[in-house]
């Protein structure tokens, strides 16, 4: 399908863009998708862990590299173990299945479009977004799925301009570990931050570390190098190559405004990555499916006022347990640099019900 007038146009073909597009091509809206980069596999880092249930999106395990049980919680001198239901994904696999399953009659995507303003008519609505060179692209809806870019929620005040962020960066290294345990790594030794190890298939694994604190991004891979000298991380992998993966996710309060006329946000734009352990994926594949009823909904009544509806379903639906998680992430992160008080956290899991600590692990309180 090659038309000049699109019902949806989408900024972004990642997570957010290609599982909306994917949904609203269900509904045969007639849907653009741009995307700044040249190819829509290419990532900066290219493993996830998620609590998924991949079935519950339309999904296969395609992309599953390993199917989880525990996820093991280390301080400097302990470790508990809490029984999970989880998976460790291929990225590039798991886009791949999605962007194989957008209906063409009804999708178009068009790479290397680097859009930067959106317009508007003298009545407030968005008529276009605009590339770098000036081309225009109309619809009658539009969706920013850039990601930390925020390229339009920023521009209009849905989000910060400057957002803080929470930077990662990881190895893929070979695996000494069980192939069935996530390890999340904490103490002062993380230095503001924490650590991570995720199982792949063949006894390979990505060792990350991440943290929320502005002086340490600038040495991140010094800090990585340093943190695989750890008795325990050493105990888990080898680094056997010197290629460092990475990238952010903002660190806001939580937003319940994802919605402007005729502009809709949704993913990281408006940071709907649960606070808690940065999982992404889940959260932002529902807030996407939630997205396309609702635009679906907008454009058969023809009245743009319906799109408030998605932010209503998704301050119902995720804001108590990311106010929750938001909580549990300051308190975890004000302990970080005491080892002493890890230990202690470590031995509070211990005493905990299980359920208790998958709650507070995958955001998911009931
Ligand atoms: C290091 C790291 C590890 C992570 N690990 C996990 C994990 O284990 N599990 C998990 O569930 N989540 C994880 N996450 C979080 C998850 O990856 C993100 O929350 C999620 O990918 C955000 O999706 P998105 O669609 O909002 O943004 P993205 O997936 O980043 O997509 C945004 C897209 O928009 C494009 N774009 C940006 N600006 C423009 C523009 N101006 N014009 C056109 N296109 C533009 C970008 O090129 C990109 O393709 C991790 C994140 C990081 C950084």
């Known amino acids: 399908m090659k038309k000049t007038t699109y019902?949806?146009?989408?900024?972004?073909?990642g997570t957010a863009g290609i599982m909306l597009a994917r949904e609203l091509g269900k509904f045969k809206q007639k849907v653009l998708v741009l995307e700044r980069k040249k190819s829509l596999l290419e990532f900066s880092f290219k493993t996830l862990a998620s609590f998924i249930n991949l079935e519950e999106f339309g999904l296969t395990n395609y992309s599953v590299a390993q199917e989880i049980d525990f996820a093991v919680v280390h301080s400097k001198s302990l470790k508990e173990k809490v029984k999970v239901v989880g998976l460790?994904?291929?990225?590039?696999?798991?886009?791949?299945?999605?962007?194989?399953?957008?209906?063409?009659?009804?999708i178009d995507i068009e790479l290397g479009v680097h859009i930067k303003e959106i317009i508007a008519d003298a009545e407030n609505n968005y008529t276009a977004v605009k590339?770098?060179?000036?081309?225009?692209?109309?619809?009658?809806?539009?969706?920013?799925a850039s990601g930390t870019t925020g390229v339009l929620s920023k521009k209009i005040g849905l989000i910060p301009k400057i957002t803080d962020l929470a930077t990662g960066v990881e190895y893929n290294a070979k695996y000494l570990g069980n192939d069935n345990e996530i390890h999340l790594l904490i103490g002062k030794d993380y230095k503001g931050g924490y650590g991570w190890v995720f199982p792949l298939k063949n006894k390979r694994a990505i060792v990350g570390f991440g943290t929320f604190d502005k002086i340490m991004i600038k040495g991140l891979k010094d800090n990585l190098n340093a943190i695989?000298?750890?008795?325990?991380?050493k105990k888990l992998v080898l680094k056997d190559n010197d290629i460092v993966e990475g990238g952010s996710i903002p660190i806001t309060p939580v937003i319940d405004k994802f919605v402007s006329g005729n502009l809709v946000c949704v993913g990281d734009s408006v940071s709907q990555v649960n606070p808690i352990v940065g999982e992404g994926y889940k959260f932002i594949f529902?807030?996407?499916?939630?997205a396309?009823?609702?635009i679906h909904q907008a454009l058969i009544k023809d009245d743009v006022k319906l799109l408030s509806v998605y932010e209503d379903q998704w301050?119902?639906?995720?804001?108590?347990?990311?106010?929750?998680?938001?909580?549990?992430?300051?308190?975890?992160f004000s302990l970080t640099k005491k080892d002493f008080l890890?230990?202690?956290g470590l031995v509070l899991l211990k005493l905990r019900a299980n359920k208790k600590n998958v709650e507070t692990l995958s955001g998911e309180y009931k």
């Open 7 to 13: 019902d949806v146009v989408i900024v972004g073909a």
């Open 88 to 106: 460790t994904l291929d990225k590039v696999k798991l886009h791949e299945e999605i962007i194989n399953s957008l209906d063409d009659d009804f």
């Open 131 to 144: 590339d770098k060179n000036g081309k225009e692209y109309t619809a009658k809806i539009f969706v920013d």
């Open 228 to 233: 695989l000298e750890l008795p325990t991380i």
């Open 286 to 290: 529902e807030s996407a499916i939630m």
């Open 292 to 294: 396309s009823k609702v």
């Open 315 to 332: 301050k119902k639906r995720f804001e108590t347990n990311y106010i929750r998680s938001k909580v549990a992430q300051k308190r975890i």
């Open 342 to 344: 890890i230990d202690v």
